[in-house]
């Protein structure tokens, strides 16, 4: 199994910047790679970025091209999502996912962290 614990969320104005950190730890060595995610109230739970956990290979949601950045740092376990130019429609609840090798989607989910964008 693999368990995440996200940080770094909290209340910014809008153009301000975050990041976010997604802590892993148990099998890491079966991740294939990790996702970030955003859920706003009442709404559905949407993809903004992943990399994968050896040569990061990233892709992002269009929404987040050019003002979010994943990277990671294998030896801390630790994926980051750095949050810039940030815009009220970007309040959401973060969660990172793992996709482990064998699995065909996110298995394993962080607990989520709050982030919200004032105008």
């Known amino acids: 199994q693999v368990q995440l614990v996200e940080s770094g969320g909290g209340l910014v104005q809008a153009g301000g910047s975050l990041r976010l950190s997604c802590a892993a730890s148990g099998r890491t060595d079966s991740i294939y790679n990790i996702g970030w995610f955003r859920q706003a109230p009442g709404k559905e739970r949407d993809f903004v970025a992943r990399?994968?956990?050896?040569?990061?290979?990233?892709y992002y949601a269009d929404s987040v091209k050019g003002r979010f950045t994943i990277s990671r740092d294998n030896a801390k376990n630790t994926v980051y999502l750095q949050m810039n130019s940030l815009r009220p429609e970007d309040t959401a609840v973060y969660y990172c996912?793992?996709?482990?090798?064998?699995?065909?989607?996110?298995?394993?989910w962080g607990q989520g962290t709050q982030v919200t964008v004032s105008s």
């Open positions: 990399t994968t956990w050896r040569g990061g290979s990233t």
């Open positions: 996912a793992a996709w482990v090798v064998g699995q065909s989607w996110y298995a394993y």
